[in-house]
C-alpha cells in the first residue's frame, strides 16, 4: 500500500525558535497533501491544503504566516512552524492523496510530536 | 455544512465482547466514509472504507461496518473484542470535490476489560 512518511517523529525546541516538518509519499505522487493538528484526546483539525506547485489553502483560524507550508514536489511537502511558542506543542499528522479528486483515498503520515519548551 | 458526529466518547468492552461504535454524518449526499485506528502517540491507520456498492464493508483486523443511507450512519462492529484493539477510533467522510480533505469525528476511545 501507499506510505507516507514524517521526519522528524518528534522535536523539542525552544521558543521562538522554528521547526521544519517533511511529509512524503514514497511510492506514489502525492497531487495534494493535508495538515492535520491533533491536541491531546482530540480529533484531527485540518490546518490546510497543499497541491503542488501552487500555494496552501489554510483553514480559518490558522496563521499562514506562522505555519508556512511548501508542497514543492509531487512527493514532499513541509510544514514550517515558525517563532514557535509553547502553544504550538501539538502532535502534526500529514496525509497525502494521488489526484485531486476528494474520493480518492488519503495516507496518513504517522505524526510528528512537536514540544516547545 | 458537513459533519460527522461519534455519539459515545469512551467505551468500555470486556475482552471477547462484541462491539460497536457509533458514526453518523450530515450531508445532502453520500460521502465516501472511512474508519481509522489510533494507538497513543501514532498516526492513524485505514480499518475500512466505502465508497460504493455492497453496505457492508470488511476490513482489517476483522472489523465490518455497515453503511445505513436511511439513518447516515456508517457504525463500526467486531464480533469479538481482543485486548490490543483497545485505542481511538475515528470515523471520517470524504466527498467528491476537488481538493477537500477528510472531516473527523471526535473520536471514540475503546477500553478493553478482561
Known amino acids: 500500500g501507499a506510505v507516507v512518511s514524517q521526519h522528524p517523529s518528534r522535536v523539542i525546541c525552544k521558543s521562538g525558535t522554528s521547526v521544519k516538518i517533511e511529509c512524503r509519499s514514497l511510492d506514489f ?14 480529533s484531527l483539525m485540518l490546518m490546510a491544503t497543499s497541491n503542488e506547485g501552487s500555494k496552501a489553502t489554510y483553514e480559518q483560524g490558522v496563521e499562514k ?16 512552524v515558525t517563532s514557535a511558542h509553547p502553544e504550538d506543542s501539538s502532535f502534526y499528522i500529514c496525509s497525502a492523496r494521488e489526484g485531486r ?3 480518492n483515498e488519503q495516507f496518513f503520515g504517522p505524526g510528528t510530536r512537536l514540544t516547545v519548551l | 455544512a458537513q ?74 462492529r467486531k464480533p469479538s473484542v481482543h485486548w490490543s484493539d483497545a485505542a481511538e477510533y475515528f470515523c471520517a467522510v470524504g466527498f467528491n470535490q476537488a481538493g477537500t480533505a477528510l472531516i473527523f469525528g471526535k473520536g471514540t476511545t475503546l477500553s478493553v476489560s478482561s
Open chain 2, 3 to 76: 459533519s460527522v458526529t461519534q455519539p459515545d466518547i469512551h467505551i468500555t468492552v470486556s475482552e471477547g465482547a462484541s462491539l460497536e461504535l457509533r458514526c453518523n454524518y450530515s450531508y445532502g449526499a453520500t460521502p465516501y466514509l472511512f474508519w481509522y485506528v489510533q494507538s497513543p502517540g501514532q498516526g492513524l491507520q485505514l480499518l475500512l472504507k466505502y465508497f460504493s456498492g455492497d453496505t457492508l464493508v470488511q476490513g482489517i483486523k476483522g472489523f465490518e461496518a455497515e453503511f445505513k443511507r436511511s439513518q447516515s450512519s456508517f457504525n463500526l
Open chain 1, 101 to 103: 479528486g476528494g474520493g
Open chain 1, 29 to 42: 505522487q502525492a497531487t495534494t497533501m493535508f495538515w492535520y493538528r491533533q491536541f491531546p484526546k482530540q
Open chain 1, 65 to 80: 504566516d506562522k505555519f508556512l507550508i511548501n508542497h514543492a514536489s509531487l512527493t514532499l511537502s513541509t510544514l514550517t
